[in-house]
């Protein structure tokens, strides 16, 4: 059975930082593009951040560039999101997700996203 995992998220003040972590298992998912979206209430899910299975090319929304990094690390099985100068328009539940195929390069589409995890909640005050 395919599990995705987050960790990671809580409260926390404009400005600070948080990390989530994405722990994967039933798959190896060293050749699928992984991703971290997020939805905040009644907005439709956005791609937050994305890093393809190989080469280490990454994208990032506008809002986020600057700030967040993600990072993968193949051996382990496991994604992950820092995310620094955290502002109030991040707040919402965030998803750890991989490529429904291997070896695609990255999509933005949620619908192109086979495996999800339950979500995080990340809440930043202002």
């Known amino acids: 059975q395919v599990q995705l995992v987050e960790s990671g998220g809580g409260v926390v003040q404009a400005g600070g930082s948080l990390r989530l972590s994405c722990a994967a298992s039933g798959r190896t998912f060293n050749t699928y593009t992984m991703a971290w979206f997020r939805q905040a209430p009644g907005k439709e899910r956005e791609l937050v951040a994305v890093?393809?299975?190989?080469?280490?090319?990454?994208a990032y929304t506008d809002s986020v560039k600057g700030r967040f990094t993600i990072s993968r690390d193949n051996a382990k099985n496991t994604l992950s999101l820092q995310m620094n100068t955290l502002k109030p328009e991040d707040t919402a539940v965030y998803y750890c997700?991989?490529?429904?195929?291997?070896?695609?390069?990255?999509?933005?589409?949620?619908?192109?996203?086979?495996?999800w995890g339950q979500g995080t909640q990340v809440t930043v005050s202002s």
């Open positions: 997700a991989a490529d429904r195929f291997p070896g695609r390069f990255y999509k933005r589409d949620w619908v192109e996203y086979g495996y």
């Open positions: 890093v393809r299975w190989a080469g280490g090319i990454t």
